[in-house]
């Protein structure tokens, strides 16, 4: 197993952060990890997430299933193509110093996972740039 998270303080409060976390139509014209994304934000809802492969560079699509959708506070989903690899993604939310503390974090097992290592490091990067796209685009709110 293997876990990989990314923090970020975010001047804005919790439920603009969850507005954008949530808003995924406009996920093109912001966000630099997924690039296209569909579907209700509802759990036990699918959703489509389309998003550059950190290790080769190409597009791949993922329908996540939603596991924990707590307005303000947590945005959870998880995939697998099981037994090779499964994810659970998560985003954290909470009140701090007038703002929003966010973590992002994915959690993966699965055979494919020791054989990924450069993959999760570019993979940890893109989580930062996630961050730091939320954060700007809810300070400009």
Do not use: C
Not at 28 to 41: K, M, V
Not at 77 to 98: D, K, R
Not at 100 to 105: D, F, G, I, S
Not at 119 to 137: C, G, P, V, W, Y
């Amino acid at each position: 197993m293997k876990t990989m998270s990314a923090t970020i303080q975010i001047d804005a409060p919790p439920m603009t952060v969850w507005a954008i976390l949530t808003g995924l139509d406009s996920y093109p014209d912001w966000n630099p990890l997924f690039r296209e994304a569909s579907g209700q934000i509802a759990v036990g809802s699918r959703i489509t997430l389309r998003s550059v492969h950190p290790a080769n560079g190409r597009m791949m699509t993922v329908k996540p299933k939603i596991t924990v959708a707590d307005p303000g506070a947590e945005l959870r989903w998880t995939s697998s193509l099981p037994p090779f690899i499964s994810g659970e993604h998560s985003f954290t939310l909470t009140e701090a110093n007038g703002g929003t503390r966010l973590v992002q974090a994915e959690t993966f097992s699965g055979l494919l996972v020791p054989l990924s290592g450069k993959t999760f490091a570019r993979t940890e990067t893109s989580f930062q740039s996630l961050n730091e796209a939320i954060k700007k685009r809810a300070e400009a709110s």
